[in-house]
């Protein structure tokens, strides 16, 4: 027997019209520097309509790709809205990216249109050269942007359509938005999300066992919206109604403690750095952060004593989760079961990666090829999968990632047996700072071009503030003495500012497994044991 129930696609402009017709007054409060700047959902989504009308008479079309450049404002709320729901493809930007890997992206991609803040038309203009599929360029905002050449102004763009826009039928598998990963090992990839996978998404971001969102809440949306679509928290705000503050550039703790304050948010987002840098600044302010209910954390391993001291500081828990790009990318959160009873249990459980939201499967793969039982002992590499789980990846298949349907995820635990993931190790030596990749691989090959060095090797080392930072072990050549301070300069202006290595150790040989390759563990077990000679430069990892 088959069903009568109506069946319809799943589409971003659903998203998009439940917000203006049932949330209308809900707003979206953008932090300016003279203060800020609110709009409601009907507004932003009236504006979403001019702005796709506009982008149609530049000729964008069904599954051209139009590039975003921005901060957390309104503009990007706006293009994540429309380009999606007129049949183009939103793809948005890391504006962290150093300038060759910002230019491989935008041409892997084939972007048509870039839509860039005023503010980062200098970062952009370093590569537009670079980039021959790039017809068009939108500035959003006041400023001077001849270094781009020909341009258009958003709000003049918008200005000159009329109301209203008839959004498309599409087959709800067809792509709506993509993002890259930050090129970990080599070459960035990208993961294309559909229709569909995004309104699951944010479905399961919206309930109450992940962030639980409401029409009664409003969200401080740190997380970059190029960073894995803001973990999907800019949709799910249009079918929950619940309000956004979008604090674009202004993502210092004092700043944060003065949003939060003025604002009065219930809920947030943001990587560990973030809090620990918010609390930094409240040890010596008096900033009223009663409003906030549930504050959560993800992008990197959120430590004991950072959920303890934003605890006390803050009086609710801070709640982990756990997801990638591939995942869109919510997967897990740390919500203590019902069976945690005291503070010391729930305080466990909020130390795991999480607990993994329905939707999502996860299982963990021994070396051999076998399924380890969930008894929160056995050890081996998660494998997911799920209907906002990627298949692969954007012209690059790259089967190694895949195994029989699920994505294998390059971290390495345990799950037990009521869903909770502990990460322990990654199969990848890669480096995790404030929520931010940063390539072994890539920093190991750029010091190695100092003529004075022989070998190098990177690994990541446990950082207070950062969680994970690089520390650089060279191995000098012949009759060549480089000081650590010489090196940082080699780097400066070959790596982003913010992968400068800090720490510093000169051997005199490398250890190395049977086949030849660096043996990153012999590194991290001497430097966790002290018996390393580390040289520490005063570098600055900001972003």
């Given at each position: ?146 270094a781009l050449g020909d341009t258009l102004r ?45 309104f699951l998404h944010s479905m399961a971001v ?334 600055s990892p900001e972003r």
């Open positions: 027997m088959r069903s009568t129930m109506q069946d319809g696609p799943l589409l971003i402009s659903g998203i998009l019209r439940h917000g203006q017709s049932v949330f209308g007054e809900s707003e979206v409060v953008t932090v300016e520097a003279g203060g800020y700047h609110t709009a409601t959902f009907a507004a932003v989504a009236a504006r979403a309509e001019r702005l796709a009308s506009a982008l149609a008479r530049l000729g964008v079309q069904r599954d051209d790709r139009v590039g975003t450049f921005c901060w957390n404002n309104q503009t990007h709320l706006e293009a994540y809205l429309a380009v999606p729901s007129m049949g183009a493809i939103l793809h948005t930007l890391n504006i962290r990216l150093f300038p060759e890997q910002l230019a491989y992206v935008i041409d892997h991609a084939q972007d048509k249109v870039v839509i860039v803040d005023a503010p980062l038309v200098p970062v952009l203009a370093r590569v537009i050269d670079k980039v021959p599929s790039v017809e068009t360029i939108i500035v959003s905002g006041d400023g001077d942007a001849s958003y709000e003049e763009l918008l200005a000159a359509e009329k109301p209203g826009y008839d959004w498309p039928e599409m087959d709800e598998k067809d792509a709506a938005a993509m993002c890259y990963t930050s090129g970990t090992t080599g070459d960035p990839k990208g993961v294309v999300y559909s229709h569909r996978s995004t919206t309930s109450a066992s992940s962030i639980g969102m409401t029409e009664q809440d409003k969200l401080l949306a740190i997380v970059p919206m190029f960073h894995a679509n803001a973990w999907g928290t800019p949709y799910a705000a249009f079918l929950a109604g619940t309000s956004l503050v979008m604090p674009q550039m202004f993502l210092q703790g004092e700043h944060l403690l003065r949003i939060i304050s003025e604002q009065r948010p219930t809920l947030s987002c943001g990587v560990p750095t973030i809090w620990n840098d918010l609390l930094r600044a409240a040890a010596s302010s008096d900033a009223d952060l009663s409003s906030l209910r549930g504050v959560t954390a993800g992008g990197s391993a959120v430590p004991r004593a950072l959920i303890e001291a934003f605890e006390a500081r803050v009086g609710i828990p801070l709640t982990q989760g756990w997801g990638m790009t591939e995942t869109s990318p919510l997967a897990a959160m740390a919500v203590p079961p019902r069976q945690a009873a005291t503070r010391e249990e729930q305080l466990d459980y909020r130390t795991r990666a999480g607990r993994v939201v329905a939707g999502c499967e996860v299982r963990v793969m021994a070396p051999d090829g076998e399924t380890m039982p969930n008894d929160g002992r056995s050890v081996g590499e998660f494998e997911i999968r799920g209907p906002w789980v990627t298949g692969s990846y954007y012209k690059d298949p790259d089967p190694a990632r895949f195994h029989d349907g699920w994505l294998r995820t390059g971290d390495v635990g345990s799950l037990d047996a009521r869903g909770f993931m502990q990460i322990t190790d990654r199969t990848k030596d890669v480096i995790k700072s404030g929520g931010e990749w940063i390539s072994s691989v890539e920093l190991e090959n750029e010091v190695m071009a100092h003529p004075s060095v022989y070998e190098a090797a990177v690994v990541a080392v446990p950082d207070s503030r950062w969680q994970e930072r690089p520390l650089v072990a060279v191995v000098p050549a012949p009759g060549t003495a480089p000081t650590a301070d010489e090196l940082v300069e080699f780097l400066t202006g070959r790596v982003a500012r913010w992968w400068l290595p800090e720490r510093w150790t000169f051997l005199t040989e490398l250890p190395k497994t049977s086949v030849g390759k660096f043996d990153k563990k012999v590194l991290r077990a001497e430097h966790a044991a002290g018996t390393l000679d580390v040289v520490e430069v005063a570098v």
